[in-house]
């Protein structure tokens, strides 16, 4: 996979290592934030991870001190791509609504690496992929209520669904940072670990989930995405007929043959 930039500004930075994409944002003087350049590149870098059979693991992370400092308002006070409300209205709809569907819905694992705060729609960001790994450093922000905006980028359904509807209303209501020990102590991030060992524990990870069968990664993800809004009889439908499918799969074969393989061997 390579760098899906074209443009003389690379806001956006891909890699790719051992079935890991890495996508980076890449306007650390800006720390990070979105203008309309990131969001063409961001999306097509989130389509590309999705499409790259070699791509069993996606790194969302961020370049310098921030995660992503959300949307650059300064786009939005100088009329540079959004002069009216229906302009940002559809810049959400039809830019950062598939993006952010992509992450949640792609057949694959997303990890954010939460090198620092993560703030409006780039705490979205971070708060629609499947694991969090912070630094001591990161929080998460919903600003916008101090500028007058209501919330966008899905934060109020992922927010309580995450921490619940105290602390969704609180932090939508007060404009205050959540911290990344508190984020780590309510489960809204999975792991806090030091900034020097970010991109260690984070590989560690990716690497592990890209060697895990493709297909029942899959399968677990559509499973929680379908509960979120299912009756627990409804999930136990659903978790049956991904069972059965996986059960017909090369994948649960060749792992019962490893299982029987390595019980053998102890004997």
Same mark, same amino acid.
């Given at each position: 996979m390579t760098d899906v930039a074209t443009q003389v500004e690379q806001h956006i930075k891909v890699d790719t290592e051992g079935g890991v994409g890495w996508i980076r944002f890449n306007r650390p003087d800006k720390m990070n934030a979105i203008a309309a350049v990131t969001r063409a590149q961001l999306g097509e870098a989130?389509?590309?991870? @999705?499409?790259?059979?070699?791509?069993?693991?996606?790194?969302?992370?961020?370049?310098?001190?921030?995660?992503?400092?959300g949307a650059d308002v300064t786009e939005m006070a100088d009329g540079a791509g959004m002069r009216t409300p229906e302009d940002v209205g559809n810049v959400l709809r039809n830019e950062y609504m598939p993006m952010l569907t992509?992450?949640? &819905?792609?057949?694959? *694992?997303?990890?954010? #690496?939460?090198?620092g705060p993560a703030v409006g729609?780039?705490?979205?960001? #971070?708060?629609?992929?499947?694991?969090?790994i912070a630094t001591p450093e990161a929080y998460l922000l919903e600003a916008f209520i101090n500028i007058g905006l209501a919330p966008d980028g899905g934060v109020s359904w992922?927010?309580?669904? =995450? #921490?619940? &509807?105290?602390?969704?209303?609180?932090?939508?209501?007060?404009?205050? *940072? %959540?911290?990344?020990?508190?984020?780590?102590?309510?489960g809204v991030i999975n792991r806090m670990v *030091? #900034?020097?060992?970010?991109?260690?524990?984070?590989?560690? %990870?990716? &690497?592990? =989930?890209?060697?895990?069968?493709?297909?029942?990664?899959a399968a677990a993800?559509?499973?929680?995405?379908h509960a979120l809004d299912s009756t627990?009889?409804?999930?136990? @439908?659903?978790?049956s007929y991904l069972q059965e499918a996986q059960a017909a799969s090369p994948e649960f074969a060749e792992g019962v043959a490893n299982f029987l393989a390595r019980r053998a061997s102890r004997k």
């Open positions: 989130i389509k590309q991870a @999705e499409r790259d059979d070699a791509i069993r693991v996606v790194v969302l992370t961020g370049s310098g001190r921030a995660f992503c400092s992509r992450l949640r &819905t792609m057949p694959k *694992p997303v990890i954010a #690496a939460m090198n729609i780039g705490a979205s960001y #971070a708060l629609a992929c499947d694991i969090r992922l927010l309580p669904r =995450l #921490a619940g &509807t105290g602390v969704a209303y609180w932090m939508l209501f007060a404009g205050r *940072p %959540l911290a990344a020990a508190d984020a780590e102590r309510l *030091p #900034a020097e060992q970010l991109d260690e524990v984070v590989r560690e %990870l990716a &690497t592990h =989930l890209a060697s895990q069968p493709r297909g029942a990664l993800k559509r499973a929680v995405n627990f009889e409804q999930a136990l @439908e659903f978790e």
